[in-house]
């Protein structure tokens, strides 16, 4: 008699995907309750709340939440062009024969040009306008989309240093954009915290998002469907190129270098509290970098086959669930500050990857574990946008967020060369680095709070 072994694929339960929607769309709804509640037993902090972007009708606040919208708009553009080529673009190298280290060395390649040009990006920034910066960003998605319907196959690396510096870009010019453009405008300061929650909502949405269009534009037939991709990001780009040219106009910067850098110098370099805010910034650059480039890995040691693509949108979910539970924290529901809600986030994401990095775990709980780091993600990038608004001059945001990232490239950037491409160092011992960098973290937003601001004031009018 034969043996017949059976293999068996792993996927997440179906279940995961519901209580993770539920979950979300019972904390977005549930708060406007839960904050009126809160109001009428006479907080004056949350009387004053501006209405939401779910709010409908006419209000004294229709320009407020007509910008908050639109901009929600462009950044969801961004948002699925960035997913478009992080999802598919190792798929793509593999389709094209690239062996491990030819795709190794572009990623060190990218990190590098993000290291060397993308550090002074945000300075860039806020010596031209940030609004300048966007464009930028969707005119290198253009090219690279334009590039590869032209050639069918384009130089690796040039791909990977377009994509590298417009990831850069993107990691601080909407932010930076829409906080200029909000002071300007003379918009009410507390609908900023909203709003960051929000950025961080559709960006995880907007990546769903790609994903999907992603399986839609290859379809079954990938030798006929393969330039798609290319096409869908030129039409994105174009799309948020127009709504670029029709959005707010922007204030002419009229900044010399000389005074950028004396204010750069005495605002950011002198204040030990921004110090502080960058370095836990750059430790969730490298944390987070290191997650997307070892969870793969991580998942498939033991041999299973697993649907990898199924697992994506439980992350992205994850992150989602997390982001909606930022404005609970900072209404004044919860007496805990912002620093008190990041020191807890980065301590129990800096366990979950020290589990992950020295016990090994089934793929369901590793599944789990990923969630939980996410969720900590979505409510992390909204309260240290919270931070930098309190801390950083409008003038001088761009520039301090894209420098913060230096130290987390360069750290990248030696991972790579030693453990992934000279295999000198194992997967373990660079999540365990990654979890340090929370640990630190966390520790670093403890002295932000008995050195900050008391109470909260920030650089703008309330």
Request: charged share 10%; net charge neutral.
């Amino acid at each position: 008699m034969g043996v017949v072994i059976e293999s068996s694929v792993w996927e997440p339960n179906p279940g995961l995907y519901i209580f993770i929607f539920f979950a979300s769309l019972f904390s977005i709804l549930a708060f406007p309750y839960a904050s009126n509640k809160y109001s009428s037993t006479g907080s004056s902090s949350i009387s004053s709340k501006a209405p939401s972007l779910f709010d409908h009708g006419i209000s004294p606040t229709a320009s407020s939440l007509r910008f908050q919208r639109n901009f929600l708009l462009i950044y969801s553009l961004a948002s699925v062009m960035e997913g478009l080529w992080s999802v598919f673009g190792e798929f793509e190298l593999a389709y094209y024969g690239l062996s491990r280290e030819q795709m190794m060395f572009s990623l060190c390649v990218g990190f590098a040009a993000s290291l060397l040009i993308g550090s002074f990006l945000g300075v860039l920034s806020d010596l031209i306008g940030p609004k300048k910066v966007c464009f930028l960003f969707c005119i290198l998605h253009l090219f690279l989309g334009l590039w590869k319907r032209i050639i069918d196959q384009p130089s690796v690396l040039a791909a990977s240093i377009c994509l590298s510096l417009a990831a850069s870009i993107f990691s601080f010019s909407f932010e930076t954009w829409m906080v200029v453009q909000h002071e300007e405008q003379g918009h009410r300061q507390d609908m900023l915290s909203e709003t960051f929650w929000l950025m961080s909502f559709f960006e995880s949405a907007s990546l769903i998002g790609s994903q999907v269009l992603s399986n839609w534009l290859i379809g079954n037939n990938v030798d006929k469907n393969m330039a798609s991709h290319s096409t869908a990001a030129i039409f994105l780009a174009i799309i948020a190129l127009v709504c670029l040219l029709r959005g707010w106009t922007e204030t002419p910067q009229k900044v010399a270098l000389k005074e950028y850098r004396a204010s750069f110098s005495t605002y950011i370099f002198g204040d030990k509290r921004i110090w502080l805010l960058v370095w836990a910034q750059a430790c969730l650059h490298f944390s987070v970098a290191v997650f997307w480039i070892l969870w793969a890995p991580t998942i498939v040691a033991d041999g299973r086959e697993v649907h990898l693509g199924l697992i994506y949108p439980c992350f992205l979910g994850s992150r989602m669930l997390g982001s909606t539970i930022f404005p609970w924290l900072v209404s004044g529901l919860s007496s805990l500050r912002t620093e008190d809600c990041l020191v807890y986030a980065f301590i129990i994401m800096g366990l979950v990857l020290s589990i992950t990095a020295y016990d090994y775990q089934e793929i369901g709980v590793l599944v789990t574990l990923f969630c939980i780091f996410h969720a900590g993600l979505g409510m992390i990038f909204p309260s240290l946008a919270r931070l930098r608004t309190m801390y950083v001059p409008n003038a001088l945001r761009g520039g301090m967020i894209s420098l913060s990232q230096a130290p987390a490239n360069a750290a990248i950037l030696l991972f790579l060369v030693q453990g992934k491409y000279y295999n000198n160092i194992g997967n373990s011992t660079i999540i365990a680095f990654a979890a340090l960098g929370l640990f630190t973290a966390a520790g670093c937003m403890h002295v932000l709070k008995r050195w900050g601001k008391q109470p909260y004031h920030n650089w703008h009018k309330l």
